[in-house]
């Protein structure tokens, strides 16, 4: 079946200008989590949603970050005023169910550059 | 706060090369651990995990990884590695909570390079 998809694959902003990132689960996944991956380094969490509850938004880097599932299904990361060190692979990931010892699945990312 | 620590960011092999990549991580309760490769150009897929029962799991293609509760460890391992192993391995671990709302935390990455 189809797996997580992400769009845009690619997107270039200019500093301070606003962003939206969208995420595809994989239908009927529970679970939602989106990432950031700096340059050389593994993945660190931002967000989770258990369908439509945000659930854990401690790993947001701050208050420009904003994230929303209003449906359980489609989830959108909003960065506000970006900034250079926004720059990075955000990448999103769902789950079948509630349980933490599930697997998540990744999307491809969408690759973040502001200028 | 949980922290996993991978030993080896770079690592090259020639083909029929066993490997060991190391994991540790430090968090004092029970864990669910994962191991994730990105082959050059895809996303991440899950290799094997670890959430209960017997500390040796086995994955797909050939790998397998031991849970050593008393060492923190979570070590990756193949005996023969291909050229189409090339590839970013990432250990990952997340605490259990009861009700799965804890992200993973990866590691930085283990980047290896199988030489033909």
């Known amino acids: 079946g189809a797996g997580v998809s992400q769009s845009p694959r690619y997107k270039v902003a200019k500093r301070g200008q606003d962003v939206a990132l969208r995420c595809d689960p994989i239908s009927g996944h529970v679970s939602l989590f989106w990432y950031q991956q700096a340059l050389g380094q593994g993945p660190e969490f931002l967000t989770y949603?258990?369908?439509?509850?945000?659930?854990?938004k401690s790993g947001l880097p701050s208050d420009r970050f904003f994230a929303e599932r209003p449906e359980g299904s489609v989830s959108t990361l909003k960065i506000q005023r970006t900034q250079q060190e926004d720059s990075a692979v955000y990448l999103c990931a769902s789950r079948r169910t509630g349980g933490g010892a599930d697997t998540q699945y990744f999307g491809p990312g969408t690759r973040l550059t502001v200028l | 706060a949980q922290s996993v620590s991978q030993h080896n960011h770079h690592v090259i092999l020639s083909e029929a090369a066993s490997l060991e990549l190391g994991c540790n991580y430090s968090y004092g309760g029970t864990v669910n651990l994962f191991w994730y490769v990105q082959y050059p150009g895809q996303h991440l897929q899950l290799l094997l995990k670890?959430?209960?029962?017997?500390?040796l799991v086995k994955g797909i293609k050939g790998f397998e990884a031991e849970f050593i509760k008393s060492k923190f460890s979570f070590n990756l391992r193949k005996p023969s590695v291909q050229w189409s192993d090339t590839a970013e391995y990432f250990c990952?671990?997340?605490?259990?909570?009861?009700?799965?709302?804890?992200?993973?935390?990866f590691g930085k990455g283990t980047h290896l390079i199988i030489q033909p």
């Open positions: 670890y959430f209960s029962g017997d500390p």
């Open positions: 949603f258990q369908n439509e509850a945000q659930l854990d």
């Open positions: 990952a671990v997340n605490a259990y909570s009861g009700g799965g709302a804890d992200g993973l935390t």
